[in-house]
């Protein structure tokens, strides 16, 4: 039961950030959306990665039920790159801001076609 629920949260949280990019006209209300969409896979990749085992993946005699550290690796690669878009997408926004003054999108797109 307690799986279920912490699948639904984590499946709510992937929707709000769907919603935010979709449903919001702000760019930087939009780049917080892609981070919780990141942040939701990432938590439900390490959350399913700890039902395999909980010790730590040193081999020794005895252990057992040890996690696998490849989705802890991947999901660490994951966040370094979604660090990495989130700069990347805060400098464009920054540009568009410097360039239109809003960070309102049809605003942008209604002063480049302006322009």
Same mark, same amino acid.
């Given at each position: !039961?307690? $799986? !279920?629920?912490?699948? *639904?949260?984590?499946?709510?949280?992937?929707?709000?950030?769907?919603?935010?990019?979709?449903? #919001?006209?702000?760019?930087? #209300? #939009?780049? =917080?959306? *892609?981070?919780? =969409?990141?942040?939701?896979?990432?938590? *439900?990749? $390490?959350?399913?990665?700890?039902?395999?085992?909980? %010790? /730590? @993946?040193?081999?020794?005699? &005895?252990? /057992? &039920?040890? $996690?696998?550290? =490849? @989705?802890? /690796?991947? !999901?660490?690669?994951?966040? $370094?790159?979604?660090?990495?878009?989130?700069?990347?997408?805060? /400098?464009?926004?920054?540009?568009?801001? %410097?360039?239109? &003054?809003?960070?309102?999108?049809?605003?942008?797109? #209604?002063?480049?076609?302006?322009?």
């Amino acid at each position: !039961m307690m $799986v !279920m629920i912490e699948r *639904l949260l984590l499946f709510l949280l992937f929707l709000l950030g769907f919603w935010g990019i979709l449903a #919001k006209q702000n760019i930087i #209300k #939009k780049i =917080i959306s *892609l981070n919780l =969409i990141n942040s939701a896979v990432v938590i *439900l990749f $390490v959350l399913e990665g700890s039902r395999i085992g909980n %010790k /730590a @993946p040193i081999l020794e005699e &005895g252990i /057992a &039920g040890i $996690v696998d550290p =490849i @989705p802890q /690796a991947l !999901m660490l690669t994951a966040i $370094v790159i979604g660090v990495c878009v989130t700069a990347l997408s805060l /400098a464009l926004a920054y540009r568009l801001y %410097k360039a239109a &003054g809003t960070f309102n999108i049809e605003d942008i797109r #209604k002063e480049v076609s302006r322009k």
